[in-house]
């Protein structure tokens, strides 16, 4: 039986605009085991990003409970769901989120920064967190000098860099074409064959092929809740190599 990462019990997060209550999500339970690879889909403004908000320790729920690996999120202060966040999460973006003036190492290093690592490990353990993504000879290169391909697998390297126990991913393929978001899907997926556990919001069924379960969101509340089979993105790559050497 696979430890439990994330316990989500009845959430509800409720925003308040202009005068009236916008009930975001409305008593949503799940749970999360180590070493899944999920991906959280819905139409717009069905409480994705509320549901991700939360799971990521950016935001407290109005009513509920969650816990990240055993730890009360609710009954945090704000420095402390902070350092939970920088010791337990990498987040990836749509748009990267890369300091524009810094090289890939550097921006791999950030969250060390935050750490408190010092200078001679933070810089080893980029280079390392450089190569696992396959960038181990773009340390030095500026964002504008790599493709978006390169770009979030520098911004996967970041997520990495601190060891984190989740990977928490927002339309992380949205700015790609579809080879390159197959060969960000062939990544998460290594890094999920390797323990990483990875929740990923998607529209695309293109995208979500790949995860291992997927749950759904309406109105604010979850709808469906399945395992499927998934898609192999390294073979899929393979394949399409194949045909392009054909043509
Ligand atoms: P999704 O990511 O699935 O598109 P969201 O979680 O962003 O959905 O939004 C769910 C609902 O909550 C929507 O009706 C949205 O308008 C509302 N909402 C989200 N964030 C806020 C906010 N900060 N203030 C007020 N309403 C919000
Ligand atoms: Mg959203």
Same mark, same amino acid.
């Given at each position: 039986?696979?430890?439990?990462?994330?316990?989500?019990?009845?959430?509800?997060?409720?925003?308040?605009?202009?005068?009236?209550?916008?009930?975001?999500?409305?008593?949503?339970?799940?749970?999360?085991?180590?070493?899944?690879?999920?991906?959280?889909?819905?139409?717009?403004?069905?409480?994705?990003?509320?549901?991700?908000? &939360? $799971?990521?320790?950016?935001?407290?729920?109005? =009513?509920?409970?969650? %816990?990240? +690996?055993?730890?009360?999120?609710?009954? @945090?202060?704000?420095?402390?769901?902070?350092?939970?966040?920088?010791?337990?999460?990498?987040?990836?973006?749509?748009?990267?989120?890369?300091?524009?003036?810094?090289?890939?190492?550097?921006?791999?290093?950030?969250?060390?920064?935050?750490?408190?690592?010092?200078?001679?490990?933070?810089?080893?353990?980029?280079?390392?967190?450089?190569?696992?993504?396959?960038?181990?000879?773009?340390?030095?290169?500026?964002?504008?000098?790599?493709?978006?391909?390169?770009?979030?697998?520098?911004?996967?390297?970041?997520? &990495? $860099?601190?060891?984190?126990?989740?990977?928490? =991913?927002?339309?992380? %393929?949205? +700015?790609?074409?579809?080879?390159?978001? @197959?060969?960000?899907?062939?990544?998460?997926?290594?890094?999920?064959?390797?323990?990483?556990?990875?929740?990923?919001?998607?529209?695309?069924?293109?995208?979500?092929?790949?995860?291992?379960?997927?749950?759904?969101?309406?109105?604010?509340?979850?709808?469906?809740?399945?395992?499927?089979?998934?898609?192999?993105?390294?073979?899929?790559?393979?394949?399409?190599?194949?045909?392009?050497?054909?043509?």
């Amino acid at each position: 039986m696979a430890t439990t990462l994330i316990s989500a019990r009845d959430l509800a997060k409720d925003y308040s605009l202009g005068g009236h209550v916008v009930h975001a999500l409305r008593g949503v339970s799940a749970e999360i085991a180590e070493g899944e690879f999920v991906a959280v889909m819905g139409p717009s403004g069905s409480g994705k990003s509320t549901f991700m908000n &939360l $799971v990521g320790c950016l935001d407290r729920p109005s =009513a509920g409970s969650y %816990t990240l +690996a055993g730890e009360e999120v609710a009954r @945090l202060t704000g420095d402390q769901l902070a350092a939970l966040r920088n010791r337990r999460i990498g987040f990836v973006f749509q748009s990267f989120h890369l300091l524009p003036r810094a090289d890939a190492l550097s921006n791999v290093e950030l969250p060390m920064v935050y750490g408190g690592i010092p200078r001679a490990q933070r810089h080893q353990r980029a280079l390392k967190a450089l190569e696992r993504v396959g960038l181990g000879d773009r340390h030095h290169h500026r964002p504008n000098q790599l493709s978006g391909g390169q770009q979030q697998r520098v911004a996967i390297a970041r997520a &990495l $860099v601190n060891d984190p126990s989740l990977i928490l =991913a927002d339309e992380p %393929t949205g +700015a790609l074409d579809s080879r390159t978001s @197959l060969e960000i899907m062939a990544l998460f997926q290594e890094l999920n064959a390797a323990g990483m556990t990875v929740v990923m919001v998607t529209h695309e069924p293109d995208v979500a092929q790949f995860a291992r379960r997927v749950l759904r969101f309406r109105d604010g509340k979850l709808t469906e809740d399945r395992q499927q089979n998934p898609a192999d993105a390294k073979a899929m790559l393979q394949a399409l190599g194949q045909e392009q050497e054909a043509a």
